[in-house]
C-alpha cells in the first residue's frame, strides 16, 4: 500500500440543511470553519448546505419553491432580453421587405 496518500482531515462533520435546519453527522474531508453541537452533546465542525435529503421535493414528496438570492427573477430577466431582440429583429426584418 502507498503511504501518505490518505487526507490527513478526515474527521466527523456536521452537514447542516438551511432549508429544514436538519443535522447529520458523516465523515468527511470538506473545509469548515463554522462548529456546533450535535444530539450527542459534543461539538464538531458544521459545513452549511443549501439543501439535502430532509427538504429535497423527492424525499419529502412536498414541492417546495426555493428562491435563493432572486435566481427566479434574475432567470426571467435573462430570457426577457432576447425574446424582446427576437422581436424587434424580426420588426426590422418586415420593415425592410
Do not use: C
Not at 2 to 30: E, G
Not at 33 to 47: I, L, Q, R, S, V
Not at 63 to 79: T, W, Y
Request: glycine fraction near 4%; charged fraction near 35%; charge should be positive.
Amino acid at each position: 500500500m502507498k503511504k501518505d496518500i490518505h487526507p490527513k482531515n478526515y474527521r466527523q462533520v456536521i452537514f447542516k440543511d438551511a432549508s429544514s435546519d436538519a443535522m447529520f453527522l458523516v465523515y468527511s474531508t470538506v473545509e469548515t470553519e463554522e462548529t456546533a453541537k450535535f444530539e450527542d452533546g459534543k461539538e464538531y465542525p458544521m459545513f452549511r448546505i443549501e439543501i439535502s435529503s430532509a427538504s429535497h421535493p423527492f424525499y419529502t414528496g412536498m414541492e417546495k419553491v426555493l428562491d435563493n438570492a432572486g435566481r427566479v427573477e434574475r432567470f426571467k430577466k435573462r430570457q426577457a432580453v432576447p425574446v424582446k431582440a427576437k422581436t424587434e429583429k424580426k420588426a426590422r426584418v418586415k420593415a425592410e421587405k
